[in-house]
């Protein structure tokens, strides 16, 4: 899991439709540099294509998940149009992520903070060791992390969120999962077997389906019932139109395993 290698920036890694990307700055803290997002960026954008690829797995190299935005490069250049061209990049690799056809599942240990717990609360799902730590720290620094708001705000409940906002504390597991940040906690030893159990499961279903179920239901969340439900009775009318339903309910009633042409 942690490796001594600082170049490149990010990992890739690819096993039996399962693509590990590793940010790998672990004397940075894994901090999420201009460069870094840039590579993160690439990644997904190559990987939504690649239709061998269904699932993402996220993980950090070093001893923590991701520190957040790179504090010493921002304050390099920190004028107006600098940064808002930095968190415009940052806010569209999380609207990527989202787009992202094949599900993402955060590998957390160590600690996710700031952008960190942003880029984490984005993923699909997120599997963390027990002693890991999350935070959105900006208040006790100056800079109200508003755009990692955006992302941990979908995910928990605004008065969790507000507490993480106000207090710029360190939570621990039990409060992640409290708050509906993390999917399951497992020691730290069991991490890497946990969570490619995740996306070994999921490698099983057809990658089409799952495609076509997350880009609903990120659609929906924020609808009215009614349109919700308008927009998902739609969108499974057009599933069962593909082969991949067809042969999955037929193998189902024929107790037999399905054969999916996917994407």
């Known amino acids: 899991m942690f490796k001594n290698s600082d170049k490149p920036l990010l990992l890739r890694d690819l096993e039996n439709g399962i693509c590990t990307l590793t940010l790998n700055r672990p004397d940075k803290r894994n901090a999420l540099s201009t460069k870094l997002l840039e590579e993160l960026q690439h990644a997904f954008d190559d990987i939504a294509s690649d239709k061998t690829i269904k699932v993402i797995i996220l993980a950090g190299n070093g001893p923590i998940f991701c520190a957040g ?20 990049q940052c806010s569209k690799l999380m609207i990527s992520m989202k787009k992202q056809p094949q599900p993402i599942i955060a590998k957390v240990h160590g600690s996710a903070m700031a952008a960190g717990c ?3 609360c984005n993923c699909d799902l997120a599997i963390a060791t027990e002693n890991t730590k999350f935070a959105l720290p ?10 990692p708001a955006v992302a941990v705000g979908r995910v928990a409940s605004p008065k969790h969120t507000m507490e993480m906002l106000l207090m710029g504390d360190a939570f621990n597991s039990d409060d992640a999962y409290r708050f509906g940040l993390i999917n399951k906690i497992v020691p730290l030893e069991e ?8 996306a070994t499961k999921i490698t099983q279903h057809s990658s089409m389906t799952i495609s076509i179920g997350k880009d609903a239901f ?13 927009l998902t009775s739609k969108v499974m009318a ?16 024929e ?5 999916w042409r996917d994407r």
Do not use: P, W
């Open 69 to 88: 935005h790179d504090l010493k490069e921002m304050r390099e250049d920190s004028n107006y149009s600098t940064m808002q061209t930095l968190f415009n």
């Open 118 to 120: 942003q880029l984490m």
């Open 138 to 147: 900006g208040s006790s620094i100056g800079l109200f992390c508003s755009s």
């Open 191 to 198: 991490l890497d077997k946990t969570v490619m159990t995740y």
């Open 218 to 230: 990120y659609k929906q969340i924020d609808m009215n019932l009614e349109d919700a439900y308008t």
């Open 238 to 253: 057009k599933n069962m139109q593909e082969y991949d339903a067809h042969e999955g309910i037929d193998a189902f009633l």
């Open 255 to 259: 107790k037999r395993k399905a054969t």
